[in-house]
Structure formats: C-alpha cells, structure tokens
C-alpha cells in the first residue's frame, strides 16, 4: 500500500512546526496532541452512543442549573483525564465542574499552560444524530512555575489565550486550532485513527450570506440586534442580495460553517437572560480568539471579547461573531439603535 507523504497527520504538523523555533520547549504541542487523543476517544462514543447506554441525561444538574447528559461526563472525564496524565498542563477548568482542578504533582507543577474547555457543547442534540462538539483553549499561567496553578490563572483576558481550538463530531470528525501564527483544520482519517491535516491557514471571508440566530427569540432581543435580523431578510440585488438564515442550535457547528463560508453567528441577550447565556471562558473566547486570527471579529455588542476581564469561572456573556464585514454591519445598527 502506497503511503500519501503530502498528507500530515496531525503529530507530524505539530512536530514541523516546531522545527521554525528551535528554542521552543514543545509543551504546547504535546498539549495539543493531547487534546486530540482525548478527541479521538470521545469520537468513538458518539459514533455508537445509539448503541450503548450513553444517551440521555446523567441524573444530575451542573453549576449552571442544567441537567448533565451522559455523554457529558464521560467527555469531561476524558479530557480531564488525558491532561492530567500528560506532562504539560498543570490543571483545568471545565464548564462542567464547579471549580477549577489542579494537578498538583512535581511535574504539572512545572508546567507553564492551564487548559479550560467545553468538553461536548450541544450535547441535548445527540439523541437526534446533530452534530456536537468540544471546545477549548490554552492559557500561559501567570502564577510561578514550581507552585500549583490558582484560579487566578484561568481568569484572564480572551486577548492572552496562546490556543484555542474546537472539534466537530459530524459526517466527519474535525479539529480545528488556532494560534497567534494561524489556524488549521485537521480531519480524523478513521483508516489510520489519526487527524491528518485538511483545512490549511484557514481564512475567514470578510462576508458570507449566512447569518445564525435563534429566531423563536426574536421579541426579546435589543432594538439594533432586531433591527440588524430585519435587515439580513430584506436584503436585495442593490445591497447584495438576501442572506440566508442557518441556525442548527449546536454552536461548534454553527460558527464552524460560518468560518468556513462567510456568515455571522448571533447569541444575544434577552429579557429574560439580560446578561446572555454562553459561557465567557469556555464557548466565547475560544471562538473569538479563532475568529480573530482567522480575520473575522467578535464582541458582546458593546465591546470586544478578547478585552473583557472576567470576575467568575462560569461568567456568561451575549455573543456575536462571524465575517468582518458582516459584523460591522451588525455593529453600526447596535450603535444606531442602542
């Protein structure tokens, strides 16, 4: 069997990169490859969760107020697990736990990067084959290396994340990564069990025709946020034509498609949820932190994500994010109708 030599797998990427820093410790790579075993697991349970007795909720009700799924915990579980036992993490904090884990060994104590993650965003549509995914991100601790991690290393500002990255279980199961220098999309070939690369310098469109948002929610949006929506449908040939609205309700898919392909995803606040409903550390930094890096931007509708300081692990914000053009535009209306 012939072996296709332009293909990287994932360890390859990873490894070549770090052939252009010479003085680069490699922690951060491997914690990447890590991320993408504890991936690779988690991708085998959801191919079969129909099959075994992984769906449905845990019993249980996280610090949000929500009930946990099964596939929740056993994702969490993974991730945690696969972190914890490498060499280059020295603790987590997880949307699904309460309070920040820390791995207080001689080794993780040495270690300069802390991890924080959604481990199965839009977990609820697993009983119905939608697609689901994880999200995380990096940060480089600010506390001294020698010492156990603290909390105050995992509440900084989205602008200092060194990584961050997502994966899709879909038709087919993707990872995706950006840091400072770029972002790549990598596509798990199941003939090897390896993420091989797929998606190279992924670049945002600086306009789509796609917007996503949650329409059974209109009513209780702010004026420009409405304002912007009737605009998206009364779009003609003048101003470029009618966008097309897409919302699946699993937000690693949503903004996935939309990197992809240009569009703009919306989770505003609403009456009844004034300060949003999406988690600041673990769903909107990461995705803003991509977003940027791949030309496109993102805010809370007053201010740019990256830039706020959070108070609290589990802080929520509104969240707005897609192709620059597009979220300028969204930017003027909040502004004109504010």
């Known amino acids: 069997m012939s072996v296709n030599r332009r293909v990287l797998t994932l360890d390859e990427f990873t490894i070549q990169q770090l052939r252009d820093?010479?003085?680069?410790?490699?922690?951060?790579?491997?914690?990447?490859?890590?991320?993408?075993?504890?991936?690779?697991?988690?991708?085998?349970?959801?191919?079969?969760?129909?099959?075994?007795?992984?769906?449905?909720?845990?019993?249980?009700?996280?610090?949000?107020?929500?009930?946990?799924?099964?596939?929740?915990?056993?994702?969490?579980?993974?991730?945690?697990?696969?972190l914890r036992h490498g060499i280059s993490c020295a603790g987590i904090a997880s949307e699904e736990l309460d309070d920040v884990v820390v791995f207080d060994d001689e080794i993780s104590n040495n270690s300069k990067y802390v991890?924080?993650?959604?481990?199965?965003?839009?977990?609820?549509?697993?009983?119905?084959?939608?697609?689901?995914?994880?999200?995380?991100?990096?940060?480089?601790?600010?506390?001294?290396?020698?010492?156990?991690?603290?909390?105050?290393?995992?509440?900084?500002?989205?602008?200092?994340?060194?990584?961050?990255?997502?994966?899709?279980y879909g038709s087919s199961t993707m990872m995706v990564y950006a840091t400072r220098r770029g972002a790549n999309g990598f596509t798990l070939d199941p003939s090897i069990g390896e993420f091989t690369l797929s998606h190279p310098n992924i670049i945002c469109p600086e306009n789509?025709?796609?917007?996503?948002?949650?329409?059974?929610?209109?009513?209780?949006?702010?004026?420009?946020?409405?304002?912007?929506?009737?605009?998206c449908q009364k779009r003609n040939k003048t101003n470029g034509g009618p966008y097309t609205q897409r919302y699946i309700g699993s937000m690693v898919s949503d903004v996935h498609r939309n990197l992809i392909k240009g569009g703009i995803f919306m989770y505003p606040a609403t009456t009844d949820k004034?300060?949003?409903?999406?988690?600041?550390l673990y769903e909107c930094n990461p995705f803003a932190f991509i977003m940027e890096v791949c030309g496109g931007k993102a805010t809370n509708g007053k201010e740019r994500i990256l830039?706020?300081?959070?108070?609290?692990?589990?802080?929520?914000?509104?969240?707005?994010?897609?192709?620059?053009?597009?979220?300028?535009?969204?930017?003027?209306?909040?502004?004109?109708?504010?």
């Open 274 to 280: 004034p300060k949003g409903k999406l988690r600041l």
């Open 21 to 82: 820093f010479p003085n680069a410790t490699g922690e951060l790579s491997n914690l990447l490859r890590d991320i993408g075993l504890a991936a690779k697991r988690v991708n085998v349970e959801v191919n079969k969760a129909g099959l075994v007795d992984i769906l449905g909720d845990a019993g249980s009700v996280n610090v949000q107020g929500e009930d946990v799924k099964k596939l929740d915990l056993f994702a969490n579980n993974q991730f945690m697990g696969v």
């Open 307 to 338: 830039d706020i300081v959070p108070t609290e692990l589990h802080e929520r914000s509104p969240f707005f994010v897609g192709s620059r053009m597009m979220m300028e535009e969204l930017e003027e209306s909040m502004k004109l109708n504010g």
């Open 208 to 231: 789509g025709k796609i917007y996503s948002v949650n329409h059974g929610n209109f009513f209780q949006y702010e004026m420009g946020v409405k304002k912007y929506i009737d605009a």
């Open 115 to 168: 991890c924080l993650f959604d481990p199965l965003d839009g977990s609820g549509n697993i009983d119905v084959n939608v697609s689901i995914g994880t999200i995380f991100c990096v940060y480089r601790r600010i506390t001294e290396k020698g010492n156990p991690c603290e909390k105050k290393d995992f509440l900084q500002p989205g602008l200092k994340q060194v990584a961050a990255g997502y994966i899709i």
